[in-house]
């Protein structure tokens, strides 16, 4: 069965300092993978997506994320986080019968310490 | 280009009362899909609606259904509201939903609050 497991629950970074949160998945194919973020009371946002291709993938706000097919992970990272960064970030993979049914994963909650 | 609506934003509703929640895709999408977020089960799909008709559906009960009318526009019904039902309620639409390179954006939500 797909699923994807985001094994940080909460993490907490310095503002400056970089970033990665972790994204495991499985999937029985060629996965397509996303990462969200989403703001208090917001919906979600797209940072990026992999389909294919060059497995970096540049994405906004300046994150990007790296598919590593041999360990199943789709890892985000950042560069220099910022304190508009806190937010809750979900990883996900595409629906296997359409582009509709995303499977989530449970997401990490990213804060920053000034 | 407008992105995807969803209206109200906040309902409060009581145990065994009916709720209608709306969500206007981006102009020129024609799958929309919704999904429910709460603290215990996180973001599940419900269903999703392609041309007025529903293409995919969840793992949820006969009381959570939907429509979409001719304009793309959806709405989903949740009947005999339970506690459990409170949660963030999401739409999201995409081009036409068939292939995974079809980005899905999502609009705001509806927070739901059953008492």
């Known amino acids: 069965a797909q699923s994807v497991t985001q094994p940080d629950i909460h993490i907490t970074v310095s503002e400056g300092a970089s970033l990665e949160l972790r994204c495991n998945y499985s999937y029985g194919a060629t996965p397509y993978l996303f990462w969200y973020v989403q703001s208090p009371g917001q919906g979600l946002q797209l940072l990026l997506k992999y389909f294919s291709g060059d497995t970096l993938v540049q994405g906004i706000k300046g994150f990007e994320a790296e598919f590593k097919r041999s360990q199943s992970s789709f890892n985000l990272r950042k560069p220099s986080v910022h304190w508009s960064d806190a937010a809750e970030y979900f990883c996900?993979?595409?629906?296997?019968?359409?582009?509709?049914?995303?499977?989530f994963g449970s997401g990490t909650r990213l804060s920053i310490r000034p | 280009k407008a992105g995807v609506t969803q209206t109200p934003r906040y309902l409060i509703k009581t145990r065994g009362q009916q709720v209608t929640l709306s969500c206007s895709p981006i102009?020129?999408?024609?799958?929309v899909s919704w999904y429910q977020q709460t603290p215990g089960q996180g973001l599940q799909f419900l269903f999703e609606?392609?041309?007025?008709?529903?293409?995919n559906k969840g793992n949820f009960p006969g009381r959570f259904s939907g429509r979409q009318f001719s304009n793309s526009r959806s709405e989903m019904n949740v009947s005999t509201l339970e506690l459990g039902d409170s949660a963030l309620y999401l739409c999201?639409?995409?081009?036409?939903?068939?292939?995974?390179?079809?980005?899905?954006?999502f609009g705001p939500g509806t927070r739901l609050t059953v008492l």
């Open positions: 609606y392609f041309s007025e008709t529903q293409r």
């Open positions: 999201a639409s995409s081009l036409e939903g068939r292939e995974r390179t079809d980005t899905q954006y």
């Open positions: 996900a993979v595409g629906g296997y019968s359409s582009a509709s049914k995303i499977i």
């Open positions: 102009s020129g999408h024609r799958s």
